[in-house]
């Protein structure tokens, strides 16, 4: 796992102001497998879960489907790939890439994401993303 992500998400996690959910093409099992063999599935308990079911598993139509129960909130999309960037605009959202190694930081910042943080990127530099995103939507 690169960067602060367990700090970041502990404090998404505790925050009222967040919520953490879970977009991906992947299917229920599928997800909470990979959340748990990162080690972060205890801060996804309480998420909502967007994945693949048998009538829904194009992870456009997914990220789509998470956009439109979340209208009316403010919405980023946090992927470290190039379809998770394509995925997003495609559902209208914003993105920030963060790179895991999979995909490159230079990779993911020629797609022109909304925003792009460094492999090592701290708690900081995410409140920093979120703080930017903030001041545009309002």
Known sequence: MLG???KTLEFTQKSSKFINAIG???FQEGAHVKLKAAGISKYFQKSKFYVATPELWNRDAII????LESAGLLNLVIGDSPRDISSARHAEMAVLAIPTGQHTYQELKELNPDFIVREDWTLKDFLSVIEEFESIQN
């Open 24 to 26: 991906t093409g992947n």
């Open 64 to 67: 789509q489907s998470a956009a």
């Open 4 to 6: 602060d992500i367990e």
